[in-house]
């Protein structure tokens, strides 16, 4: 009976911790129930060493009582017999030798008897008496009870635990789920602007732009024509980058490339007054072009035709000018001597002598003059061997490339900081 009542209160301990961990039950109830259990377990190991301690004193006793008992039993139901012994201590002469053995057996005979009703009794003294059964079949079934109640309801706890961790458990992922889909379920306008809708030869218009109701309109373009003049020996010309813009406002726009030193480009160089390569001429019908207005403040009408202003176009090489070898002028503001300040320094530490260098602080009245003759209207700008303009705050191995594409020096395999 001790040990399933221990092994439940060890399981029911078990159950105590569980519920602990799944953060079913507080800490102070947990404290409370395991002292209770503890207490139990301590009692159950007691009770063993009582009985034990008792138990030889029960039997010391009975066996000093047992032989009063057995012979007051041999007196009632033996009297004759007794009577018969006693006459047979007193026997004449000639018997004496022959009934001896035989009282000698009896005694043999009640000294078994009595040992085996001593065995009996002990057996029967093992066995807990009527009282003492009782009271502790009445104790234990109330420990077990409250033990099974607290159980059972430690047992539900646990179990809505669960139920409860697994239903979360099944909505988590669906929530992460939605979470990951609504990525794509996010409005995705047809078009926000007009370079979003591209068709070949036709002009694409975003209407509602930005909204669900968005769509491309396409409209087919006039033709028209366009003259670029260009330097084919310059490193640093390149027309790529404006020939693409132009495409995509002019989708119809058809373009011949000629080189500056031809007859023809010296002729309208001369007609339309460029003085910067590369140069873009439009045909006059441009200006019917549907997207003309959206185009037509970086364009310069001359005559029928319209050229891009060197402020947009990108011009860089001034033909015109007076070439000077290995010379380098920087212009700036004076607020942004500082950041190139590093760069051209060891630009100037690697040259050194070799190169000519003007740095120009320019003041607000000499902007003008440099948008009119040079279209800078950014800076810091860079005029190398007083032809060609490059512009930007370069680390020091971009400048020192722009100086070697023109001209040579030893230094110029030299790697210098490229941020």
Known sequence: MDKEQRERLEQELRFLKESLEADVISKDDYERGKERIERKLKEIEERPEEKVEEEPKEEKEEIKEEPKIEIKEIKEEHPKRIEEVEEEKEPEEGEVKEEAPKVEEKKEEE????????????????????????????????????????????????????????????????????????????????????????????VGICLNPDTKEAKCEFKEDIRTNLIVIDDRDCKLCDSSGMKKIIKEIFPNVKIKEIDYETAEAKRLIDKFDINALPAYIFDSNVSEAINFNDFKTALIKKGNNYVIANTASGAIYYFKRLFIKNKLDLYVLPETTEKIEASMQEVLNLFKDKINFTKHIVIEGQKDILERELAINTYPAFLLNNQLKFRGVLPANIIKERICDINYFEECSKELSKV
């Open 111 to 202: 000294a078994e008897e009595k040992e085996e009703e001593k065995k009996e009794g002990i057996e029967e003294e093992k066995e807990p008496t009527e009282g003492e059964p009782k009271k502790e079949e009445k104790e234990e079934p109330e420990e077990i009870k409250i033990s099974k109640k607290w159980l059972y309801g430690m047992a539900i706890l646990i179990i809505a635990a669960i139920l409860f961790f697994s239903i979360r458990g099944c909505y988590k992922p669906m929530e992460e789920t939605q979470l990951e889909e609504k990525p794509t379920e996010e409005f995705t306008p047809v078009c926000s602007s007009n370079s979003d809708c591209k068709q070949e030869g036709m």
